[in-house]
Nanobody, 127 residues
Framework: QVQLVESGGGLVQAGGSLRLSCAAS????????VAWFRQAPGKEREIVAA????????YYADSVKGRFTISRDYAKTTVYLQMSSLKPEDTAVYYC????????????????????WGQGTQVTVSS
């Protein structure tokens, strides 16, 4: 069982930056592929970025490509989402998700691929 805890959300002006963190409670993220999803009011939860457990492969939604960066630290205890050049349309609750993976080089982009979810952190971008 993996418990995920997100942090780093908040209110920021358009053009600003935030860094979200996702920590695995009580254990490392070794052998877990991880992703960030977001859900805006009245919309479906959508993939933002994903990373393989080895860290060698990443995926970004077209809407955030070039502005967001997903990474994981060497000890693989935390996964980050660095968000820059934020836009009002980035306003959403951001969720961290993890999936046990034994391959090491895969990332996953579908909501149903993930077994573990955090409680979410609110990101609000004002215009």
């Amino acid at each position: 069982q993996v418990q995920l805890v997100e942090s780093g959300g908040g209110l920021v002006q358009a053009g600003g930056s935030l860094r979200l963190s996702c920590a695995a409670s009580g254990r490392t993220f070794s052998s877990y592929a991880v992703a960030w999803f977001r859900q805006a009011p009245g919309k479906e939860r959508e993939i933002v970025a994903a990373i393989s457990w080895s860290g060698s492969n990443t995926y970004y939604a077209d809407s955030v490509k070039g502005r967001f960066t997903i990474s994981r630290d060497y000890a693989k205890t935390t996964v980050y989402l660095q968000m820059s050049s934020l836009k009002p349309e980035d306003t959403a609750v951001y969720y961290c998700a993890a999936n046990r993976d034994y391959n090491g080089s895969y990332y996953y982009t579908r909501r149903g691929d993930y077994d573990y979810w955090g409680q979410g952190t609110q990101v609000t971008v004002s215009s």
